[in-house]
């Protein structure tokens, strides 16, 4: 018999990978339930729709420690070594910022989770961000993957 749930009608399957909405674009979530399973559909729609609703909190956090990267990005634009039409402001960097995963370590009211934040075009130049947030939502940027 095949594992699998049904969440916000989108299949998880086997190991409990499906696609969920974050940050308006289709998203690999990941699922590891170290809980029972009843309670599962609702807790990760619990956390989907927190991570919709703060964007700006997730990447005020990353932004704190990485606001460097714009102007790396200049520099390379201007050297050549990153094709770009003209140099980026921080509000163009953060528009590229979008959730690659998300990984969901459900744990009851312990849930905790995690992400990976992209760049489009790759202005973290091929890394991930990696970024936690815990139980009671406190955001932590973790670093760099890739």
């Known amino acids: 018999m095949e594992n699998k749930i049904l969440i916000d009608n989108s299949e998880f399957r086997l190991e409990y990978i499906g696609e969920l909405t ?3 674009k289709t998203t690999k979530i990941f699922l590891n339930i170290q809980d029972n399973k009843e309670d599962v559909s609702d807790i990760v729609i619990e956390k989907i729709n927190w991570l919709n609703d703060n964007k700006d ?10 606001g460097h990267y714009v102007d790396v990005i200049n ?3 201007e050297s050549g ?3 770009a039409d003209k140099r980026i402001s921080e509000k163009e960097f953060v528009r590229s ?3 690659n995963n998300v990984t969901i370590y ?3 009211s312990e849930t905790d989770f995690c992400l990976d ?3 489009e075009p790759d202005y973290l130049l091929g890394h991930l961000a990696y970024m936690e947030i815990d ?7 973790c670093g760099m993957n890739g």
């Open 75 to 77: 520099e390379m634009i």
């Open 117 to 119: 934040l992209e760049a």
């Open 106 to 108: 459900v744990k009851g």
């Open 97 to 99: 910022l979008f959730v």
């Open 81 to 83: 070594d990153f094709k």
């Open 135 to 141: 139980s009671e939502y406190e955001v932590e940027f």
């Open 22 to 24: 974050v940050w308006k």
């Open 57 to 66: 909190k997730i990447i005020d956090i990353f932004m704190e420690e990485n």
